[in-house]
């Protein structure tokens, strides 16, 4: 019995929880039954859902955020930055299941790309895990559970029980929102910048591996290039666009003036504040 009650007490949680997340499918509780269940096992401070198809923009279709962090964790992001997210590339790679931790998928200069300095990394996020499931009709939804930056960072063991949980919690979304490709909108994210049509495919490809945070080397090893020939490519890119800095080449990307972005609320705030963890 001894090595038993461990067991038998996570079992008992999971199952209230998976209880509590039943009797709230289809209903506007859903997600923060999803949250308050998975919390029985492993800490998140927050969980958003999004549905991705294609390069169309991106349905946001619930979240545990409050209006500020909403606007600009779920609105900002859904008009644009999310073709340089991380867990969208496994979407466009065919991901349709599965759980990952962003930092472990993400490139390896993600922190000093332009993305994460001007959208993620004023969000106020340490980390997310993602879990990843097929809506149908085309559309895959991102589960993400998250932690703020002043929050304990997500350990192994954390990853390996929501893992653990991921058919349980994949399958749950999926047929909570399972009429879901019946009535979706079919909106576009921006368009880039007019110049970009002087770009080759190559040139960019390239640029979209730049501003997802890829160094040059990394650029070089997956596209089977020389460094040199990523720096050139690199330098007519920028000839060709006008501009002269990644801030520029990020908002020429986004279909606006090669200029720097500045998001609507940038002036007002660098960095949503954070609440402090408080234990449970």
Same mark, same amino acid.
């Given at each position: 019995?001894?090595?038993?009650?461990?067991?038998?007490?996570?079992?008992?949680?999971?199952?209230?929880?998976?209880?509590?997340?039943?009797?709230?499918?289809?209903?506007?509780?859903?997600?923060?039954?999803?949250?308050?269940?998975?919390?029985?096992?492993?800490?998140?401070?927050?969980?958003?859902?999004?549905?991705?198809?294609?390069?169309?923009?991106?349905?946001?279709?619930?979240?545990?955020?409050?209006?500020?962090?909403?606007?600009?964790?779920?609105?900002?992001?859904?008009?644009?930055?999310?073709?340089?997210?991380?867990?969208? *590339?496994?979407?466009?790679?065919?991901?349709?299941?599965?759980?990952?931790?962003?930092?472990?998928?993400?490139?390896?200069?993600? *922190?000093?790309?332009?993305?994460?300095?001007?959208?993620?990394? *004023?969000?106020?996020?340490?980390?997310?895990?993602?879990?990843?499931?097929?809506?149908?009709?085309?559309?895959?939804?991102?589960?993400?559970?998250?932690?703020?930056?002043?929050?304990?960072? !997500?350990?192994?063991?954390?990853?390996? !029980?929501?893992?653990?949980?991921?058919?349980?919690?994949?399958?749950?979304?999926?047929?909570?929102?399972?009429?879901?490709?019946?009535?979706?909108?079919?909106?576009?994210?921006?368009?880039?910048?007019?110049?970009?049509?002087?770009?080759?495919?190559?040139?960019?490809?390239?640029?979209?591996?730049?501003?997802?945070?890829?160094?040059?080397?990394?650029?070089?090893?997956?596209?089977?290039?020389?460094?040199?020939?990523?720096?050139?490519?690199?330098?007519? !890119?920028?000839?060709?666009?006008?501009?002269?800095?990644?801030?520029?080449?990020?908002?020429?990307?986004?279909?606006?003036?090669?200029?720097?972005?500045?998001?609507?609320?940038?002036?007002?705030?660098?960095?949503?504040?954070?609440?402090?963890?408080?234990?449970?």
């Amino acid at each position: 019995m001894t090595h038993t009650a461990p067991k038998l007490r996570l079992l008992e949680q999971w199952s209230r929880a998976i209880a509590e997340i039943a009797a709230a499918q289809r209903a506007p509780s859903f997600v923060p039954a999803l949250l308050a269940s998975v919390r029985r096992l492993v800490d998140f401070d927050f969980v958003m859902v999004f549905a991705y198809a294609g390069t169309a923009r991106p349905l946001t279709l619930a979240d545990t955020l409050d209006g500020p962090r909403h606007r600009i964790i779920a609105e900002d992001y859904a008009d644009g930055p999310f073709l340089l997210d991380p867990f969208f *590339r496994l979407v466009e790679e065919g991901r349709r299941d599965g759980c990952y931790r962003l930092h472990d998928v993400a490139p390896d200069h993600f *922190r000093r790309s332009e993305y994460f300095r001007i959208h993620y990394g *004023r969000t106020g996020i340490g980390e997310e895990i993602g879990v990843f499931f097929d809506i149908g009709g085309g559309l895959t939804g991102v589960t993400s559970f998250g932690r703020w930056d002043s929050s304990p960072p !997500i350990t192994r063991s954390d990853l390996e !029980i929501l893992r653990a949980l991921e058919p349980a919690i994949g399958a749950l979304c999926a047929g909570h929102w399972s009429n879901l490709h019946a009535r979706r909108e079919q909106s576009q994210p921006r368009t880039a910048h007019p110049a970009f049509e002087s770009l080759t495919l190559r040139e960019r490809e390239i640029v979209t591996m730049v501003l997802r945070g890829h160094s040059t080397e990394s650029i070089a090893m997956q596209l089977a290039i020389s460094p040199g020939t990523v720096k050139i490519h690199r330098k007519n !890119i920028y000839r060709k666009l006008k501009v002269s800095t990644q801030a520029e080449l990020f908002a020429a990307f986004l279909g606006l003036s090669p200029e720097p972005y500045s998001p609507r609320d940038m002036a007002e705030a660098a960095q949503i504040p954070q609440h402090r963890r408080t234990s449970r």
